[in-house]
């Protein structure tokens, strides 16, 4: 075995590549679940958006179009499920876990006439200067515009729910609706709106699977990213840059793994596959119980129908 | 819970339901007694373009072979437990006459319902448990393996090959033996970096995988997993592949330098006229390879030298006439202790049970 074998500018530039579906569903899960709602609806909006998307960038010829395509796939998905949960107040692990599975059949049935067809390219978009730099220029600054866009997200994520106004607003539904609700604010919009976003990134991040990491459309070729983006989210403790440190660590770990394979490293190839979870889960459990930030995040109102009383 | 919450939960679910039974398409259509009727499990989509999607070209071979004689169902997606049980006691039910399951986990599951249905015959593959109305079929994948591996270790130019491996069991250490043996052969500084990632179905996985091995040098990709999502990856990459079970050129035109098909459009067909005929056996355990036609060497690629060609064809027909066995002695184990002495080939036996690496191949198999 011979570490030097390893590319770690290609291993780093891969990881961010892995993880990039995972930071777009978990970023749009974790607006959902701030607002005090939980969609276990991730994993079907993904494969929806994955579908779609690719369907659509095939038909155009634009991997671009396919992913907008795909955002709107999730978004409409998740706008059945809003109905459900908001208007007719059904319990929302049960209308989540049905989302999934309808969001599975679904996809397979769309996605029947185009297996075994070709994406359209997606570019990857050299930063200048930036991408020059030696190692660094290859981790950071030649991706597609997709892994650039999932950065700013975060950070506009971040901004959005501690720096405005209809920040504050949604965490303040999130917390106590009836609170929220006899100030004045329009919980049933808000949550309304907060599941289309968090649809849509799901949308997004099942399109990217299906036009940049594979790149292909093969049935249930999600197989449970949905679920990682939902744990990722209650493990950092519901705050954007934890996720986006923990979505990175899975992906390394898992890039990594398969390196430390492919040069013959002698570990337990079973604790080498678990050893991404295992990570993720330690690293965000370490940062939160630092003590750093206190709370821990969960919004008090999480999975609560909410009934108008006045 | 008020009246609004059912009855929007119950709405959801008829869409489901709908919806499932529309894109399952399940033939429902009631059989008419005269005719024969076979039923195939899935464990996939056949639309996967690998392992079930064989399996179904064999199910329309057989429609195709007897016509109005025969009626064919289908179940795909069908999970290797006690769902399997049900699903096959349903088409036995309806009067389904043979059953092929197809994949191995459906072992047990074979068995307890043959137990149920003694009238009803089951094709099982490959797996080892068989009854008086339960046959089993294999292919002798390896023997597609050395055909691959010779052209592997041809095309390389890294002198690395990169294999991306399902679960260490012995079907797929033998891929790897027989696959590793040939390109030795064929180019003696050819190293194998395999990667295991225990699944069968996983395409973002074994993209991953095969990514990986190619940025560690790897210029030519096989695999023992099902999708295809590695041919696009080597396509992207400019590097070689191999098609899995099916032919996967679509996928990469310029990579997919040939494929190991499984064949078993013969067996099927074959297979079925003997329960019409009434000659069908229990108990039997068949395990063919390229000389039955049930592994099939895909078309060449042009991207592949004449030369090598011809020695892949050599290797083929060397194999399918018998006077060719990807494991003829001089082999040592990968330990250094010997194997086969000179000349000596495998038996069936030690090839079934295969759970150790064949010398020059590094690392270790997973436990």
């Known amino acids: 075995m011979d570490l030097l074998e390893i590319n770690f500018a290609v291993l780093v530039a891969s990881l961010i590549v892995a993880s990039t579906p995972l930071v777009l569903a978990a970023l749009g899960e974790l607006v959902v679940e701030k607002s005090g709602v939980l969609n276990l609806g991730v994993e079907g909006m993904m494969i929806i958006g994955a579908v779609s998307g ?27 499920f809003a109905f459900i949960v908001l208007i007719m107040q059904a319990n929302q692990v049960a209308s989540g876990l049905a989302l999934t599975i309808f969001g599975l059949g679904l996809a397979a049935l769309m996605g029947h006439p185009y297996t ?38 975060v950070f506009g994520v971040w901004y959005f729910l501690s720096r405005m106004r209809l920040g504050l607003v949604l965490r303040a539904v999130g917390e106590d ?19 289309t976003f968090g649809g849509a990134m799901a949308g997004v991040g099942g399109g990217y699977l299906s036009l940049v990491r594979v790149p292909q459309w093969t049935e249930g070729m999600t197989a449970g990213a949905g679920w990682i983006a939902l744990a990722l989210v209650v493990f950092s403790g519901w705050r954007p840059g ?21 040069i013959g490293v002698n570990i337990n190839i079973a604790i080498l596959s678990m050893a991404p979870y295992l990570a993720t889960i330690l690293a965000l459990v370490l940062i939160s119980s ?21 | ?24 398409r399940q033939d429902t259509e009631v059989a008419s007694s005269d005719k024969y009727k076979v039923g195939f499990i899935y464990i996939g989509p056949p639309g996967d373009h690998g392992w079930n999607y064989q399996h179904d070209v064999g199910r329309k071979a057989v429609e195709e072979a007897y016509g109005d004689k025969v009626e064919t169902v289908f179940q795909e997606n069908v999970p290797e437990s006690a769902d399997a049980e049900r699903v096959m006691s349903q088409m036995a039910l309806a009067g389904t006459d043979m059953i092929f399951a197809t994949s191995f986990g459906y072992m047990d599951p074979v068995i307890n319902v043959a137990k149920k249905f003694p009238g009803v015959k089951f094709e099982h593959a490959t797996g080892y448990k068989t009854a008086d109305n339960v046959s089993t079929y294999s292919a002798r994948f390896y023997e597609g393996r050395s055909v691959v591996g010779h052209v592997a270790g041809k095309m390389t130019r890294t002198n690395i090959v990169g294999y991306v491996a399902s679960f260490p ?24 970096k395999i990667i295991w990632i225990f699944t069968w179905y996983d395409p973002a996985k074994e993209a991953d995988a095969a990514k990986t091995l190619i940025s560690q040098g790897a210029d030519v990709v096989l695999q023992h997993v099902d999708s295809s999502a590695i041919m696009s990856v080597a396509e992207e990459k400019g590097v070689y592949a191999f098609g899995q079970a099916s032919d996967m050129s679509a996928f990469g035109p310029n990579a997919h330098l040939t494929a190991i098909i499984n064949g078993w459009a013969p067996y099927y067909v074959e297979k079925v006229k003997q329960g019409m005929e009434g000659t069908w056996k229990g108990n039997q355990q068949v395990f063919d390879g390229i000389g039955a036609g049930m592994v099939i060497i895909g078309d060449l690629n042009d991207n592949i030298p004449d030369s090598v060609k011809k020695e892949a064809m050599a290797i083929k027909d060397g194999i399918a006439s018998g006077t060719l066995h990807p494991f003829t002695g001089p082999i040592n184990k990968q330990d250094g202790s010997p194997w086969l002495k000179n000349g000596e080939t495998a038996d069936v036996g030690t090839l079934l049970g295969m759970n150790f690496y064949v010398e020059g191949i590094e690392g270790d198999i997973p436990k």
């Open chain 2, 169 to 192: 069991i012995p079907e797929v250490v033998r891929g790897i033996n027989s696959a590793y043996l040939a390109a030795k052969k064929a180019n003696p500084y050819v190293k194998f």
């Open chain 1, 116 to 153: 075994g067809i070709k994406s359209p390219q997606i570019q990857t978009i050299s930063i200048p200067f930036l991408s020059d730099l030696p190692i660094i220029g290859q981790m950071f600054f030649q991706h597609d515009l997709i892994v650039y866009l999932s950065l700013i997200a």
């Open chain 1, 290 to 310: 630092s003590g750093l930030h206190g709370t821990r995040g969960a919004p008090g109102c999480l999975g609560k129908s909410f009934v108008k009383t006045v």
């Open chain 1, 177 to 195: 609706h009836d609170v929220a609700h006899s100030l004045g604010y329009r919980v049933i919009s808000i949550r309304f709106l907060a599941i």
């Open chain 1, 242 to 262: 934890r996720l986006l440190i923990g979505a990175y660590i899975f992906g390394g770990i898992t890039i990594l793994q398969l390196n430390l394979q492919a």
């Open chain 2, 1 to 24: 819970m008020n009246r609004n919450v059912l009855i929007a939960i119950a709405g959801l679910i008829a869409v489901v339901l709908a919806l499932s039974i529309w894109s399952s």
């Open chain 1, 54 to 80: 690719f369907i659509v960038g095939v038909e155009t010829g634009s991997a671009y179009i396919g992913m907008i395509a795909a955002a709107i796939a999730g978004a409409l998905l998740s706008l059945l």
